[in-house]
């Protein structure tokens, strides 16, 4: 009785530990999942000229649902609309969906579900999201994660600065310093051109280390990225920026200085994604923070954790099984051996 009653808890041990996480962790699981914990960096305000997308490879069949982590930048909620493109940007329009995302910070990722893509597996596909009916831009922003590791990082600041030449100096922490990301309550190349310089402390009236000429670029509320080649050996050294520009820009910042994020690591992404779009202008080093789901069952799961983790998962299942194992036998030696001394 007792070895039967064993071999049922060694059964469900096997079950709750093995089966059920598998189960659970491939059901109904995002085939895209671009996350950044925490969310540090968002790309302004939704405008009807300027919205934001992503391009992305689908791998599975039936795309039906595209989830987009966004925040709320003002109390009134503006209905979005998703626009899903075969391609790139200029593509045919496949599918339409909108949305109401609440007007507070609460969760972030906004659902837009539209009739399932039959045939979306292994076609590349361009969303853009923009405000319905036609209004010019929306209380939301989108969150965006920069391909680097953040090393600078302040917060928003509390006061508006506006100028047409912004300098300052920092100290890099890390190596690979590669884009500066300023806050920035209005910032519009289409007003005039804007330059970035970078320089070493002590050396601004020489050649810059760095210098961007930005593309076409409109932000209200949301980070400008100010993207370049990398400095590899950048830790511990101190910098000198200067932003400059022929018309106005409106910072956002503290005690007159503006505040900003430093990224570093060098350029890349994960395969599949080609980086965001803002109005049709694509950006590959960044991407939005969205979710993209599909007919992506157990096998697909499988294939992926194979792909990304390799002999790794499976040495970790095995010593996972010898766990078992050796727990089933610790419980059973005292009780096949009370057995044995039992009189007949």
Not at 148 to 176: C, H, K, M, Y
Request: proline fraction near 8%.
């Amino acid at each position: 009785m007792r070895i039967g009653v064993l071999v049922l808890w060694a059964a469900g041990l096997v079950a709750v530990g093995l089966v059920l996480p598998t189960a659970i962790g491939f059901a109904g699981h995002p085939e895209h999942a671009i996350r950044t914990v925490p969310l540090l960096t968002h790309a302004g305000r939704i405008l009807r000229d300027a919205a934001p997308g992503q391009r992305f490879l689908c791998e599975g069949p039936g795309l039906e649902r595209i989830d987009v982590a966004l925040t709320s930048l003002h109390p009134e909620s503006v209905e979005l609309e998703l626009v899903l493109r075969e391609g790139d940007a200029t593509g045919e329009v496949v599918r339409r969906a909108s949305a109401l995302p609440p007007p507070t910070r609460g969760q972030p990722f906004v659902p837009f579900r539209f009739e399932p893509v039959l045939d979306s597996a292994g076609r590349w596909y361009h969303f853009e999201l923009s405000p319905a009916g036609g209004a010019a831009l929306a209380g939301h922003t989108p969150w965006v994660r920069y391909r680097g590791r953040v090393g600078r990082n302040e917060g928003w600041g509390d006061q508006v600065i506006e100028t047409d030449a912004a300098e300052g100096t920092f100290g890099s922490p890390l190596d690979g310093l590669r884009a500066l990301a300023f806050a920035c309550e209005d910032f519009s190349t289409e007003r005039g051109w804007v330059r970035f310089e970078l320089f070493e402390l002590g050396r601004e009236n020489e050649t810059p280390l760095r210098s961007v000429q930005l593309p076409p670029t409109v932000v209200k509320g949301g980070y400008a990225f100010f993207g370049f080649r990398p400095i590899p050996d950048s830790a511990g050294r101190t910098f000198a920026y200067r932003v400059l520009s022929s018309g106005n820009v409106r910072f956002v910042g503290k005690a007159g200085q503006p505040t900003f994020k430093t990224y570093h690591g060098a350029p890349g992404g994960r395969p599949g994604l080609e980086g965001m779009t803002s109005g049709g202008e694509p950006l590959t080093d960044r991407d939005l923070v969205f979710r993209a789901w599909s007919e992506y069952g157990p096998a697909r799961g499988w294939e992926t954790a194979d792909a990304r983790a390799g002999w790794r998962l499976w040495a970790a299942l095995l010593c996972w099984a010898a766990a078992a194992v050796a727990l089933v036998v610790a419980f059973a030696a005292p009780l096949v051996g009370g057995a044995r001394r039992e009189p007949s």
